[in-house]
């Protein structure tokens, strides 16, 4: 798996787990990588179906003020 793909899962996992620290940690890491918001919308989305909409809300809003 590509840095990419892997910060993606890493995100995932953080903002299902509602991590804060992780969730910024890797947010910050990831806009450090050139991935995109919409990256991170799409891997929040699969924590959605899995973790359910607490997890994306989280993750969510969490990446919109660091992508800012």
Known sequence: ????QKK???????????DSHAV???LQ?????GITLGE???????AFM???MPAY???KTAAESIFK
Do not use: F, T
């Open 50 to 52: 899995l973790a359910g």
């Open 29 to 33: 890491g990831a806009k450090n990588l």
């Open 1 to 4: 798996l590509s840095r990419k």
């Open 57 to 59: 809300v989280y993750g």
């Open 24 to 26: 910024h940690a890797q």
């Open 40 to 46: 991170v919308d799409e891997a929040l989305r699969v």
């Open 8 to 18: 993606l899962m890493a995100i995932a996992v953080a903002a299902s787990m509602r």
